[in-house]
């Protein structure tokens, strides 16, 4: 950053570091031995489709890479904002392997210059009692943060169970330190 950016005000971008997500599995196990938390072995990226060719036929590429394995087929769903969610799952249930394929799909993306179209990536838990949190990196900011819906609650949010959970976890991912970024994710492909 240059002695003018600093005059007036300006910051560089936080890099995404794609890499935090292997740091899930580890994390998980925090979830697993404190909150009795599951992996489900589903994940999602969220990403705002351009128009075109070019991004078609990228998304087609990550998608015939991701179908490859012969695991269940990867989803393209839209949402009600207009971005697109690429659902992966493994069954059995593979956290290793979703977060792998989240890398991978991400990654793509990035490397055909797709990166400012990029939004998130989740990947979900759920308790004995079907208590569904995911673990949401933020794509612009290199950062996690816990999104956990109220169950039967409609659109509320478990926020001391997020904010336990953030405490829970802050040695093991980067995690978010502004609270008011953590959007909720309601209807997330994958939740």
């Not at 949401?136 to 659109?155: I, N, S």
């Not at 008011?180 to 997330?188: D, L």
Request: hydrophobic content about 45%; proline content about 7%; aromatic content about 8%.
């Amino acid at each position: 950053m240059g002695f003018m950016d600093s005059l007036l005000g300006r910051r560089k971008a936080v890099q995404p570091n794609l890499d935090a997500l292997f740091a899930l599995p580890s994390a998980a196990i925090t979830l697993q031995v404190d909150l009795d938390m599951l992996a489900t072995g589903r994940g999602s990226v969220a990403f705002r489709a351009p128009e075109g060719r070019a991004f078609a036929d990228v998304q087609a590429e990550v998608q015939q890479l991701l179908d490859a394995d012969g695991g269940p087929p990867v989803e393209l769903i839209g949402d009600e904002y207009g971005f697109t969610w690429i659902l992966v799952r493994t069954d059995p249930v593979d956290l290793s392997g979703v977060v792998t394929d989240l890398h991978a799909v991400n990654s793509s993306l990035l490397a055909a210059g797709f990166g400012p179209q990029l939004l998130c990536s989740l990947v979900s838990f759920r308790d004995p009692d079907d208590r569904a949190v995911a673990m949401v990196y933020l794509f612009k900011r290199g950062t996690f943060y816990p999104f956990a819906p109220e169950r039967g609650a409609g659109e509320r949010r478990d926020n001391v169970l997020e904010i336990r959970i953030r405490d829970m976890l802050a040695k093991e991912l980067p995690v978010e330190p502004d609270v008011s970024r953590w959007f909720a994710v309601w209807g997330a492909p994958g939740l």
